[in-house]
């Protein structure tokens, strides 16, 4: 199972762009990267997800190069709600797929 | 999507004691993992719950500490058996449908343990 590091925590301020980079070297081919964020008291919540290149929804862009070491999910523009512990899983999609965390990045955002 | 309900929210347990914590979804699941929060941890996986068979259990949870069951593809429960202070945590259910090229996982509230 490919192992991922990712910053313990960052600092924003409200209004700015956050970047949160997630190291996986070990992925492998048929592993897609995702991203949760978990807010106090509640379980997480899916974000996104991807394979390769970007991926962009209404929360969140995931950029990947091409050689899928790494990956950035960004948040434009935080508020105060954002902060919360941000999750990046690898792992195989399908009947095989199972959740797996590591040790997530606590960003906090200021006024 | 997924809505899971997870019961009891919270609860404080004797030492010595049993608790049965149920994970209720609202549509029929393939997958439903079942997790452990320490305060201020990550989520550790404690098992897999599958429908029809024995839950899989991983390294460092036991099935006679942590019994599973899955008798439906909507419901399942996980016992907290002969419970320590140390088993004070954050116990949380979660489904996912097992799609190929899906990777969301739907989370329940989670229930807070604490043994007294």
């Known amino acids: 199972l490919a192992k991922t590091t990712q910053p313990i925590s960052m600092d924003s301020y409200e209004g700015q762009e956050v970047n949160i980079t997630c190291s996986h070297n070990n992925i492998a081919t048929n592993d897609y990267i995702t991203w949760y964020q978990q807010f106090p008291s509640q379980g997480p919540r899916f974000i996104i997800q991807?394979?390769?290149t970007k991926v962009t929804n209404e929360v969140a862009s995931l950029f990947i190069p091409a050689d899928r070491k790494s990956s950035t999910l960004s948040l434009p523009r935080v508020s105060l709600s954002d902060t919360a512990v941000y999750y990046c899983?690898?792992?195989?999609?399908?009947?095989?797929?199972?959740?797996?965390f590591g040790r997530g990045t606590s960003l906090i955002v200021h006024p | 999507s997924a809505v899971i309900s997870q019961k009891p929210s919270r609860d404080i347990c004797q030492r010595g004691t049993s608790l049965t914590i149920q994970c209720q979804v609202d549509?029929?699941?393939?997958?439903m993992f079942w997790y452990r929060q320490q305060p201020g941890q990550s989520l550790t996986l404690i098992a897999t719950?599958?429908?029809?068979?024995?839950?899989?259990?991983e390294s460092g949870f036991v099935i006679d500490k942590f019994p599973i069951s899955r008798p439906n593809l909507t419901f399942s429960t996980l016992t907290v058996s002969n419970m320590s202070p140390e088993d004070s945590s954050i116990y949380l259910c979660?489904?996912?449908?097992?799609?190929?090229?899906?990777?969301?996982?739907?989370f329940g509230q989670g229930t807070r343990l604490t043994v007294v």
């Open positions: 899983l690898v792992g195989a999609t399908g009947g095989s797929y199972i959740p797996t």
């Open positions: 719950a599958n429908q029809g068979s024995e839950a899989t259990y």
């Open positions: 991807g394979y390769k």
């Open positions: 549509s029929q699941v393939t997958m």
């Open positions: 979660s489904v996912s449908q097992g799609l190929t090229g899906n990777t969301e996982a739907f």
